[in-house]
């Protein structure tokens, strides 16, 4: 089993925890946990921290009324207090072929998954598992509930969402055990996901988003629509970022796309330009959703790229607070 | 329009090809790669391909067109002219006769140069009336022997022409010709005649030059007979007799192109006593070189020789003089610088050296030794060879002296002392040595012992022992030696250690030469005295000194060496050098023609004293010819024959057209480039 030996440092260095360790996951919606946890919750009641005053109306409790307010103004108030819950996390992982793409060598002890086993290389995938994996370890951290899935023309392996002590290394096995194949199809993922969804969830989706814009467009629609929150870790090799190639070629696609004979010399600043549009038509859908995307270099580290997203969400968040 | 190279020009015209060659291999050796972002390199590729394809597409057709125009350039675009018969001319005659094979009868029993000559004689007669002739011989220097004369009168003056001796200079004399015709402002032509065998050019003319005038070549018939040429000879053994006779190795070259096996007979004759050997000189299958070994007997009573070695004229290269090289050969005392032999003093360096100068009892050289704290003014007078092995006990009259010797001609051969006793020896060794040269005060002490090490530069000294010699390095073993430096255009080594320090040096000294050895040959600096190697070395040193002395009386013809006095050169019976008495002017150079190689008695108010001599020997060096390349040329220039000659050509050379084309090439160079630059700046690089 390929998963056996597996350990948590093939996916989650020191440095990407440490990197890691002053943020928080917080979503930036009103979670909907059942458990105490950091995140808002839209049960307000009795609590620690005072939300605001309302107008008493027929069939408050009067437990809840503010007699002080009452006594200077005559006039019946009741206090509301915002309810601490936990988070939901489900996270998507692009298990399509071309996630098997990737240029830079593979070390010793890194990586272990089926891409990696196949191309000899730290591909796509390796860097959204180690992603994941880091992710999932913050919010297990937090007490948030995490699960996974992988997909790609529909969910393929999936984790359900719990906050066990063996989550993480569930998650993880999942990830590394799955082939990566086929085409990626968000909406239907996307749809799976969410009929298996009743909470409001923090949805994290990690792909390289190369497929059309529309259907994606069309995933985050549906996202927003049942109300919940979602971040698009974009996952790039190196060499798809700068195009760093001086050959004349036939190119194959990894997901059955017939050859194209390319002279990259001739081509790189119309390929660049390409791939520049094609991320900012991704980045203004998912703002227009109030979503987060973040780019990834598969060949820089995970740790720093993940604390400045999260750096911003916590900053959006604070101030959405304020 | 044909070509002077036409190879050249197809060869330009293939390398048209070489670009296209390459895009295919390097598209042809490209494996497919994967990619993710396809939809992206789709859209990408619509985008720009297109263009960037058909600006490569400019750019290689301007590379292959750089490539043509180059080639068509250097095979230098000709127009054959077709002379009008009736028009007056000017004729410019270019007759070669600088060979000594130029008059050597073919099977036709007619020379080279008579051959030569009569194909001008017919191309003047077939001149119309009013056309001038001018001659041009190619022999040594170039004469412009006859100048614009009636045709009538120009066949006259040639038939009284007679060959020359000298390297020939065919394509300064066609220069040269095409100048003078230049001149004129009448339709010009020039004939060129020669048999065209190897070596009847000189070495630069590999090809005849292009010329504004129309150029004719006659191809005359000629036998083309082995030859070779003579470059060195020199006595094997030391000393004027081993059973009466020297022994004489005569080196001797052939043409490159030559590859087979066979053989060049070689005689010797002392000019002196008259006494001649005749050896045999074999080349083997593909070798340029051959040493014929020759033993010359000689009256056993007599000190002093002149040798004159030569092989048959008929057999020399046409493009040299009569190729002796004559060496005189003497045997002079090797002279000591230590004190008289004590019983005391078993073990010296003079010890050791005299050993190695008479390992036989008897038959070795004769040597004395002197004082080298009394040696005055004149004492080394006419000594060859100077051996100081107490350098610390000279005084400044003495370092004099042998600085005096050596720039005389003689080799001053200096070992530094036994003992660490550095007084200011090394000062006057060192300038005697030359500018530059320093020699520490500190022994460098060796432990590990140092050796000598196994692959040792070339140097006259151990050119014959040259083959045995990484067998004779290798058991020497070096305890202690003298550091000595200097630059390299003064100092060369002739023996060096295993870590690069030199071991034995020399310098050039005017005529002489100075050499110093790191440590004295005594076995407590180390144990060269006692190995194999020590005899030959001290030998061949000792030899070399009678070489550069008897060289020192040696003159090469045309570069005016003569020793200072000497005001006529009278040959020396036995020689090969005709009977002309040859005069010399105040500034040493010989006046008029006719200085041949040989042994000359030179004539100066003080006495007289023999001269040898001798050609240049870098004009014997085969090496340079390649006839294989002239006949490539001559083949490519045929045309019927005409006036006895065997073939005929007529060519004119345009050499604005090559000017044209290579301009052009230039032109489509920087319009690459600039395009080549202009189609780049829109492709990033990648970060």
């Keep these: ?322 | 329009m044909s070509f002077i190279s036409p190879w050249l020009a197809v060869a330009g015209a293939a390398a048209m090809a070489l670009p296209i060659l390459i895009h295919l291999f390097l598209r042809r050796r490209q494996k497919p790669i994967e990619w993710a972002a396809m939809e992206l390199l789709r859209r990408a590729v619509q985008q720009s391909q297109r263009t960037k394809r058909v600006e490569r597409w400019i750019l290689l057709v301007l590379r292959c067109l750089v490539l043509l125009l180059v080639g068509l350039a250097l095979g230098r675009p000709a127009t054959v002219t077709a002379i009008d018969a009736t028009q007056p001319l000017a004729l410019a005659v270019v007759l070669d006769d600088g060979a000594a094979s130029m008059v050597s009868s073919g099977s036709s029993g007619t020379t080279a140069f008579e051959a030569s000559r009569g194909a001008c004689i017919d191309a003047i007669r077939a001149l119309p009336v009013g056309s001038v002739v001018h001659v041009f011989t190619t022999s040594g220097l170039v004469q412009h022997t006859i100048d614009a004369v009636q045709p009538d009168r120009a066949v006259s003056l040639l038939a009284d022409l007679g060959p020359g001796y000298e390297p020939s200079r065919m394509r300064q004399a066609v220069d040269r010709a095409d100048d003078a015709l230049r001149r004129l402002s009448m339709p010009s032509r020039i004939v060129v005649a020669s048999p065209f065998t190897r070596g009847a050019i000189d070495t630069e003319a590999q090809v005849l030059p292009a010329t504004t005038a129309t150029l004719e070549v006659r191809k005359v018939d000629a036998d083309d007979a082995a030859t070779a040429a003579i470059v060195s000879v020199v006595q094997r053994t030391l000393g004027p007799q081993v059973a009466g006779a020297i022994t004489l190795d005569v080196t001797v070259v052939r043409p490159v192109a030559e590859r087979g096996r066979r053989s060049v007979p070689v005689t010797v004759t002392d000019a002196i006593h008259d006494r001649t050997a005749v050896g045999e000189a074999v080349f083997i299958e593909g070798a340029p070189r051959a040493v014929a070994t020759v033993m010359l007997q000689v009256d056993p009573s007599a000190t002093e020789h002149a040798v004159v070695a030569s092989i048959p004229a008929d057999r020399q290269p046409a493009d040299d003089t009569r190729a002796a090289t004559v060496s005189t050969v003497s045997a002079k005392p090797v002279i000591i610088l230590d004190r008289e032999r004590l019983d005391i003093d078993e073990g010296s360096s003079a010890q050791w050296i005299e050993r190695a100068l008479e390992p036989i009892p008897g038959l070795g050289l004769s040597h004395r030794r002197l004082d080298p704290a009394g040696l005055r003014e004149g004492s080394l007078q006419g000594a060859a060879s100077i051996v100081v092995c107490r350098p610390e006990l000279l005084e400044p009259a003495g370092w004099a002296e042998c600085t005096r010797a050596c720039e005389a001609g003689a080799l001053v051969l200096m070992v530094p002392p036994t003992e660490d006793t550095f007084v200011d020896w090394q000062v006057p060794c060192a300038a005697l040595l030359g500018d530059g040269v320093t020699i520490r005060r500190e022994v460098a002490r060796h432990d590990p012992a140092r050796r000598l090490a196994p692959q040792q530069p070339s140097s006259p000294i151990t050119q014959l022992i040259a083959a045995e010699l990484p067998e004779l390095v290798g058991p020497v073993m070096i305890d202690r030696s003298i550091v000595i430096e200097g630059p390299a255009t003064t100092l060369s080594s002739v023996l060096v250690m295993d870590d690069g320090q030199p071991w034995m040096v020399m310098s050039i000294r005017q005529r002489g030469v100075a050499m110093l050895l790191a440590s004295p040959p005594v076995p407590s600096w180390g144990s060269i005295a006692t190995k194999p190697l020590f005899v030959p070395l001290v030998q061949e040193t000792i030899r070399q000194g009678e070489v550069l002395l008897d060289a020192g009386q040696g003159v090469t013809i045309g570069a005016g060496r003569l020793p200072p006095g000497v005001t006529e050169l009278r040959p020396l019976r036995g020689a090969s050098t005709g009977d002309a008495v040859l005069t010399v002017d105040p500034s040493g150079s010989i006046v008029g023609e006719g200085a041949r190689p040989g042994i000359m008695q030179a004539i100066s108010p003080l006495g007289s004293s023999l001269i040898a001599l001798n050609v240049d020997a870098s004009a014997c060096d085969p090496q340079p010819n390649d006839p294989s390349r002239l006949a490539a040329w001559l083949n490519q220039t045929k045309s019927p024959n005409a006036g006895g000659a065997s073939t005929v050509s007529t060519k004119q050379a345009s050499s604005s057209a090559s000017a044209w084309l290579l301009a052009a090439a230039a032109l489509v160079l920087l319009a690459e480039t600039l395009l080549g630059r202009l189609f780049s700046v829109a492709e990033p690089k990648p970060s």
């Excluded at chain 1, 946990?33 to 069939?59: C, D, I, K, W």
């Design chain 1, 1 to 322: 089993m390929a998963t056996q030996g597996l350990r948590a440092e093939q996916y989650l260095s020191p440095e990407t925890l440490a990197q890691l360790a002053p943020f928080e996951l917080r979503a930036k919606m009103v979670a909907d946990g059942v458990m105490n946890g950091m995140h808002q919750s839209p049960l307000q009641g009795m609590a620690v921290e005072f939300a605001a005053h309302r107008q008493y109306t027929a069939g408050d409790s009067i437990r809840h009324l503010d007699w002080k307010v009452f006594g200077r103004s005559d006039k019946l108030y009741v206090k509301e207090y915002r309810q601490e819950t936990n988070l939901d996390v489900m996270i998507l992982v692009d298990g399509s072929a071309s996630m098997s793409f990737g240029t830079l060598g593979v070390k010793q002890g890194w990586g272990g998954t089926d891409a990696t086993r196949r191309r000899a290389a730290w591909t796509k995938f390796d860097h959204a598992t180690a992603s994941a994996a880091a992710l999932a370890f913050l919010c297990l951290s937090q007490r948030d509930r995490v699960g996974v899935s992988v997909g790609a023309d529909g969910l393929r392996g999936s984790v359900r969402k719990s906050a066990t002590r063996d989550q993480w290394r569930s998650i993880v096995r999942c990830l590394s055990s799955e082939p990566v194949e086929s085409r990626f199809a968000p909406a239907a993922c996307i749809n799976q996901l969410l009929a298996q969804t009743s909470h409001r969830t923090l949805f994290v989706i990690i792909s390289d988003f190369l497929g059309d814009p529309e259907e994606l467009r069309s995933a985050l629609a549906r996202l927003r629509h049942r109300g919940h929150d979602a971040m698009l870790l974009a996952m790039l090799d190196h060499r798809e970022l700068a195009f760093d190639l001086d050959v004349e070629a036939p190119f194959v696609g990894l997901e059955g796309e017939s050859a194209i004979e390319v002279d990259t010399r001739t081509i790189r600043k119309a390929y660049l330009d390409e791939l520049q549009r094609h991320l900012q038509s991704i980045d203004r859908q998912s703002r227009a959703f109030g979503y987060d995307l973040q780019v990834f270099d598969t060949h820089e580290s995970v740790g720093p790229v993940l604390a400045a997203l999260l750096s911003r969400r916590e900053g959006m968040v604070a101030g959405g607070r304020r």
